[in-house]
């Protein structure tokens, strides 16, 4: 079994910032990435931030330059930094590990919203 939380959403204005964090735990062999996705009513899930191999970094356009995606690897967490925030990055926002052969993890999201 493999368990992921998120934690850190919240209510904030526009043009300020929050940081989430992911901890992942169970029976984890290996990671392959580890990363962000957020979906706003209405709209499909889609990619915000990802960590792969350990190293590469991907972002979405609309986040690049505001947030900031983090690992740390000894504890199996992820971390996203997100400054300058604006309305529209309002969502539920997942952290999704891949791992044990590129199996998909999910957690049960977190609520950030942004207040104009």
């Known amino acids: 079994q493999v368990q992921v939380v998120e934690s850190g959403g919240g209510l904030v204005q526009a043009g300020g910032s929050l940081r989430l964090s992911c901890a992942a735990s169970?029976?984890?062999?290996?990671?392959?990435?580890m990363g962000w996705f957020r979906q706003a009513p209405g709209k499909q899930r889609e990619l915000v931030a990802d960590?792969?191999?350990?190293?590469?970094?991907v972002y979405a356009d609309s986040v690049k330059g505001r947030f900031t995606v983090s690992r740390e690897n000894a504890k199996n967490m992820v971390y996203l930094q997100m400054n300058s925030l604006k309305p529209e990055d309002t969502a539920v926002y997942y952290c999704?590990?891949?791992?044990?052969?590129?199996?998909?993890?999910w957690g049960q999201g977190t609520q950030v919203t942004v207040s104009s």
């Open positions: 999704r590990l891949k791992c044990n052969g590129w199996i998909d993890y």
């Open positions: 169970g029976s984890i062999s290996s990671i392959n990435a």
């Open positions: 960590i792969i191999s350990g190293s590469k970094t």
